[in-house]
């Protein structure tokens, strides 16, 4: 028997969730949660902190189990994907994959858990991102682990997907700032950056799908009147800073043969090392594999390899291959 009062979708968001007509949102991905403490597997320890109160921004802090307060360690500060509406920094893929990094480059992180669209949309994120950004400047050194662990003269942004452009904006957003003389940015990795813009490129303009599917998400989280052209998504439409304004040394762009961001990567890519910034830039590419792959599968060889160059990178040693 049919229900009295069926349920009522006003909007699908394919594949990550819905809005009813109540407004009720309905996340169909991201949803599942694991806690923080030691993962026996890497000898990775977490704990979590709400870092700014009045907006309810917490963090997964990781380090070694084998971290000596002598030795400090490099910083990096993570910024998850999922669109900008999906998952949390308590996903246990999510979580799986940081156990992993941390491990395998001998790190301090900070993942940052910034509110999503659409209770919260853009610039929410990016807000959110910045306060992060912030705390872990101002207050971070009062914070155990990261005042006996970390070396906050070798600091790191990474993030996968909607994380890379957080990672992005961040940095342009340091080098004009008083936080960037707090911080020391040494580098970006960047894991299958999404950008977008509304002139499709590369594999964009055969596979009509999966752009349509991308300018969906966009057009959902992003109130704005500039579209998919937004500076937000689009790092090179009229009105975006230049990406020579990086505040960084280095930066990797790690992306992935299926994945419908790709060519947006290589643009990202191509662009910097043609720019006037001044850094390093280098770009990897995962054949056979889609988007964010490592993260739903942590394990795989394939992953296992990301990581390990993630971590070269980061340890400026040299990056076995893929």
Known sequence: MAPDNPVEVSVEVFPYLRVLKDGTVQRLAGTEVTPAGLDPETNVFSKDIVIIPETSISARIYRPNTAKPEEKLPLVVYFHGGAFCISSIADPKYHASLNNLVAEAGVILVSVNYRLAPEHPLPAAYDDSWAALEWVALNGKHEAWLKEYADFRRVFLVGDSAGSSISHHLALRLKKSELGRRLKLVGIGMINPYFWGSEPIGVEMTDQFRRKM??????FVCPSDKGCDDKLINPFTD??????????DKVIVIV??????RDRGRLY???????????KAEIMEVEGEDHVFHIFDPFSQKA??????LACFINEANAPAV
């Open 214 to 219: 991308v300018d969906n998400w966009w057009m």
């Open 239 to 248: 009105g975006a800073p230049s990406v020579a304004g990086l505040a960084c």
């Open 256 to 261: 992935a043969e299926k994945d419908i961001l």
């Open 304 to 309: 296992k390899s990301l990581i390990k160059r």
């Open 269 to 279: 890519y191509e662009r910097l090392v043609k720019s006037d910034w001044p850094g």
